[in-house]
Every structure is written in structure tokens, then in C-alpha cells.
């Protein structure tokens, strides 16, 4: 168990609302990430991050943005939901030093945006 | 784009008989890792084995074992003796630079 809650667990919002999904480690590892999953896809990465403050965008970043305040904590913001966002989220964290190294997951989020 | 393949979007198989599902993947790193993850109906990720591009064997955690084969870019998981339990979403994965990059997934069923 690598310690790791995301919240809320499922979440229904209307088209052009603001959300913000929430990921808890309860260890200090350094990096973390958000994924989206889609039906008939991998996870896609949507950004991640390196340290506090430290953040960088991944493969489908549009429409999402991120912020890192505390080591533990690793927030996803969609500023103006979209239905094309209706998707189950996944935080991960990295347990080594490099960004190579083996990701463990959350739960994951379900989200619906009508 | 580096992308990764998983051929079998889903397979049956009887239990207890050993099952291999394939991966290939596409890279110019000379140094990278694979990974298998499984999702099972419930939703959550689960980490199964991690395979580093330089490792001289294979990777085995209990009964899965992966088939590396660098030169042919394959990175297959086989996992022996299946149980009821191993019905589930299998992905591979590969790590660069600070993302993993993933297959599509295969959803494999055991039956009993």
C-alpha cells in the first residue's frame, strides 16, 4: 500500500463548472502524476510533477491545470469542465528518485460531466 | 510517436493453464523500463512486475514472469498456473522520461 487517496471518489459536475481533484500521498515521494482513462485506451498522462511547485505538462494537458503546494498533495483543475473530460482519473506516485521508476495508483476518480 | 502495442484486446483461457500476453513496444532510448500493470473489475492499478532495458534475466514476481526480447522489442507477460482471480485488464507500459507510456490493454478471462 503505497499510501495514496484521491477525492472525491466520484464526482458529477454540469458543462462549465470548475472542479478540482485532490491527491494525498502519506509519504514524500517526489514525483506524482495525474492520467486520464478512457474506454479502449492506456492511461494517457495529463501533467505531473518533479517537487513542489515543480510541474510540467504531459500528452493531453489542454483544459487542465495543476498545482503542487506540499510535498503530499497534488491538486487537478479543470477550469471550465467540458463533457469530453467525462473520464476516470488516476494519481500515481514515482517511488524512486528518477521518473522512470516504478508508479504506484490511487483509486481513481470517476468523473461525469453533463 | 513511441508507442506501445498490445495485439490482443481481449483472451480466454482455461484455468490453471498458463497464459501469455504480448507487448511490443517501439523506442530509441537506449535505457528504459517496462512495466505490467493489472486492473481488475474494480478499477484499481495494480503494479504486477518492472523489467529494466539493461537487465541481463527476466523479471519473475511469483507466478508472472516477463519474456524479454530486447531486440525485438517484445516485452511479454506470462503468467503461469492461472487462477479465477487473474480475470482482469492487463497493460503494459514503458518508462521514458518522466512519463509512462501505455498499450491499450488486453482484458483476459479465466474460465473455470
Known amino acids: 500500500d503505497a499510501g495514496i487517496t484521491q477525492s472525491p471518489r466520484h464526482k458529477v459536475t454540469e458543462t462549465g463548472t470548475p472542479v478540482t481533484l485532490r491527491c494525498h500521498q502519506t509519504e514524500n515521494h517526489r514525483y506524482m502524476y495525474w492520467y486520464r482513462q478512457d474506454p479502449g485506451h492506456g492511461l494517457r498522462l495529463i501533467h505531473y510533477?518533479?517537487?513542489?511547485?515543480?510541474?510540467d505538462k504531459g500528452e493531453v494537458s489542454d483544459g487542465y491545470s495543476v498545482s503542487r503546494s506540499k510535498t503530499e498533495d497534488f491538486l487537478l483543475t479543470l477550469e471550465s469542465a467540458t463533457s469530453s473530460q467525462t473520464s476516470v482519473y488516476f494519481c500515481?506516485?514515482?517511488?524512486?528518485?528518477?521518473?522512470?521508476?516504478?508508479?504506484?495508483f490511487g483509486p481513481g476518480t470517476r468523473l461525469t460531466v453533463l | 510517436a513511441q508507442k506501445i502495442t498490445q495485439t490482443q484486446p481481449g483472451m480466454f483461457v482455461q484455468e490453471k493453464e498458463a497464459v501469455t500476453l504480448d507487448c511490443t513496444y517501439d523506442t530509441s532510448d537506449p535505457s528504459y523500463g517496462l512495466f505490467w500493470y493489472k486492473q481488475p473489475s474494480s478499477g484499481e492499478m495494480i503494479f504486477l512486475i518492472y523489467q529494466g532495458s539493461y537487465d541481463q534475466q527476466n523479471a519473475t514476481e511469483g507466478r508472472y514472469s516477463l519474456n524479454f526480447q530486447k531486440a525485438r522489442k517484445s516485452a511479454n507477460l506470462v503468467i503461469s498456473a492461472s487462477q479465477l482471480g487473474d480475470s482482469a485488464m492487463y497493460f503494459c507500459?514503458?518508462?521514458?522520461?518522466?512519463?509512462?507510456?501505455w498499450g491499450a490493454g488486453t482484458k483476459l478471462i479465466i474460465k473455470p
Open positions: 500515481a506516485i514515482g517511488l524512486g528518485e528518477t521518473s522512470t521508476d516504478t508508479q504506484y
Open positions: 507500459a514503458r518508462g521514458s522520461n518522466y512519463q509512462l507510456i
Open positions: 510533477s518533479y517537487g513542489v511547485k515543480d510541474t
